[in-house]
């Protein structure tokens, strides 16, 4: 195993920031620690870079391949470290940012100057930033500087990567771009590499383990299909995509809205939770199962065609589909409609959405 | 009334009052230097109390503007890359100089060396002259100067946060390479900026140099002190004249300075 935490608590005055902690990431894995904002991904990513302190209780530690690394300073981790606004040095070209970990060594660690072009130079290529290596940070665009981090942290080679919010500046159609390179070059170098972000859609496609955090705490590690399809509470539920809150009983094994929100027979009366891919829409309510809805908006543009429904207690209600499906039915804003859940997941703890 | 009137009768205002204060006055020293022809004017820094003015300016200038840099940018540094307990405290001592009088700053320095205190006739009895000599005018300049870096530095740093130097040490840097390479760079405009009102005031004290000073022809007076001795004394009026002429240049080049540097700021010349 690379890096392990351990029973890692962290606060700031009174706030709460991480919660006793307790990680493990594999080696050459790519992970995404994912929660919203406050949520202390950021903190423990700081903390294991060694930037940032915790709460040295009994137990409390980092371990990079099974050794402590407490005790190390910063510079002695030997961390890739990108900063969520990649921190380049203003007053240094690209050349001398990348340059710039390779320069400050001392003593033994010393390199040639040659060697160090030598490196740098195979740095801008890998990067892509050929011929840019005497801009300034200033004259790049934010997908350029992204890189430029990037390889800044590589250029130190560093037992592990750790990214902060690593496409959070850059605009949707960039950052879907570098989000795949990325991913290719991670394939390419096999870096163990740990990525902060708030964006589950990115977190799921890129990342081989997620990590969902809230308030401090690790709410559920796992593969992005595992995290996403297998929910272990509402807030990852939630949290990792639209989903549709409905109160109703299940009655062996079929699920029966509570057409009341107050309902007497307060054991059997469930909340549960249902993808908006994962209802239908029926023009006909078959079996009685269904519960009526009006369509108040449709949104055709896009992959999917996405309904918006209000309830008759006006609680709204998203539906997605594909096209196909949606002209077989040709379902019209104001239509009165039957919605029935296909897959729905129980949560018993209370939370609310 | 047209809408064009108001503006108008504004900049003239702003010139009038920026000519009547400052142009004026300006323009009167350098015609009072040269009235008597440029000869005169010349041989006024001939005259040997003056070019000694001259360098005891220089060096009291010399050793308190680098000493208050080193201070002001080691200051800086703590305050805004470092948490620590009282730093408020800090911050407000800082701006100490700014809100007492420049007498008041002489007067502390006289009380501390005086011959009249015991540490003052200790220093006497072992013939080491502070006050109405010259450590006493370093201290004195050192003392009414010392904000003016630190003050230049405080905000730049602060708005510029310290990310860059968290991702020199991730990259492996000690704090003599970070200081040198990252922060140094960052704020040497700020910092030459700082540096020159330091300098322009260190040179043009009055007040508390002159309570330390003595005045002392030839030994003790600094350019200041120097032109109110003269000025004083009738003898030639103009020579008094030429040597503010020296000040109100210096002042003249610190604002060239200072607007070359905020061109360069505001356009991120490196």
């Given at each position: 195993m690379s890096v392990e935490v351990r029973n890692i608590t962290k606060r700031f005055d009174n706030f709460l920031?991480?919660?006793n902690i307790n990680l493990t990431v594999p080696n050459g894995d790519l992970v995404a620690l994912l929660?919203?904002?406050?949520?202390g991904k950021t903190t423990l990513l700081r903390i294991i870079a060694g930037l940032e302190s915790f709460e040295s209780v009994d137990g409390a530690d980092i371990l990079f391949k099974g050794a402590s690394?407490?005790?190390?300073?910063v510079a002695d981790r030997r961390v890739g470290f990108v900063f969520q606004h990649y921190?380049?040095?203003?007053?240094?070209?690209v050349y001398g940012n990348i340059a710039f970990g390779l320069k400050v060594r001392r003593g033994r660690d010393r390199i040639s100057r040659k060697a160090i072009r030598e490196r740098v130079m195979n740095l801008i290529h890998l990067v892509q930033?050929?011929?840019?290596?005497?801009?300034?940070?200033?004259?790049?665009s934010g997908g350029q500087r992204q890189r430029v981090a990037l390889a800044r942290a590589l250029a130190i080679e560093p037992r592990f990567l750790l990214l902060d919010e690593?496409?959070?500046?850059?605009d949707a159609r960039v950052r879907q771009n570098l989000r795949r390179w990325l991913r290719r070059m991670h394939d390419e170098i096999k870096l163990t590499s740990i990525f902060v972000t708030h964006d589950q859609e990115e977190a799921l496609e890129l990342a081989d383990r997620v990590v969902v955090m809230n308030k401090g705490r690790v709410e559920q590690e796992g593969t992005p299909s595992e995290v996403f399809h297998s929910p272990k509470n509402a807030f990852v539920m939630d949290f990792l995509g639209n989903v549709n809150l409905f109160h109703g009983r299940i009655e062996s094994g079929r699920v029966s809205f509570d057409?009341?929100?107050?309902?007497?027979?307060?054991?059997?009366q469930t909340r549960f939770f249902v993808r908006p891919h994962e209802i239908e829409l029926l023009p006909e309510n078959i079996d009685n199962t269904g519960l009526p809805a009006k369509i108040s908006r449709i949104q055709l543009a896009g992959a999917i065609a996405k309904i918006e429904l209000v309830d008759s207690s006006n609680k709204e209600i998203f539906v997605e589909m594909s096209h196909d499906k949606y002209s077989m039915y040709k379902f019209q804003n104001g239509d009165s409609v039957f919605v029935v859940p296909k897959n729905s997941i129980v949560f018993p703890e209370d939370y609310s959405i | 009334m047209p809408k064009k009137t108001v503006p108008i009768i504004f900049i003239f205002l702003t010139f009038f009052y920026l000519g009547l204060f400052l142009l004026l006055p300006l323009a009167a020293i350098f015609a009072e230097a040269f009235r008597k022809g440029f000869e005169v004017y010349v041989n006024s820094f001939k005259d040997e109390y003056a070019w000694s003015a001259i360098k005891l300016t220089l060096l009291t200038a010399g050793i308190a503007v680098p000493l208050n840099v080193v201070f002001g940018v080691a200051a800086a540094w703590c305050i805004t890359k470092f948490e620590f307990r009282g730093k408020n405290v800090l911050i407000t001592l800082i701006d100490l100089p700014f809100a007492i009088s420049p007498i008041v700053a002489g007067l502390i320095f006289v009380l501390i060396f005086?011959?009249?205190t015991a540490f003052g006739a200790w220093l006497l009895s072992h013939n080491i002259k502070i006050i109405f000599a010259v450590p006493g005018l370093v201290l004195a300049t050192i003392f009414v100067t010392f904000p003016f870096v630190v003050r230049e530095l405080i905000p730049l740093m602060q708005e510029q946060g310290k990310t860059e130097e968290e991702a020199a040490v991730s990259l492996g840097a000690g704090g003599w390479d970070i200081f040198w390479r990252v922060t140094l760079p960052n704020i040497k405009w700020g910092l030459l900026y700082g540096v020159i009102l330091c300098n322009a005031r260190a040179m043009g004290e009055f007040g508390a140099v002159s309570v330390v000073s003595g005045?002392?022809?030839?030994?003790?007076?600094?350019i200041p002190l120097y032109i109110q001795t003269v000025y004083d004394g009738y003898s030639a009026g103009s020579s008094a004249f030429a040597m503010a002429t020296l000040l109100a240049s210096l002042a003249l080049v610190t604002l060239v300075v200072k607007s070359i540097i905020e061109w360069k700021v505001k356009h991120r010349e490196r």
């Open positions: 920031a991480l919660d929660g919203p904002s406050g949520s690394v407490v005790g190390n300073r921190a380049l040095f203003r007053h240094h070209t930033l050929d011929g840019l290596e005497s801009r300034y940070p200033d004259q790049l690593p496409f959070g500046a850059l057409r009341s929100e107050v309902v007497a027979d307060g054991n059997k | 005086g011959q009249q005045h002392i022809r030839g030994e003790t007076n600094t």
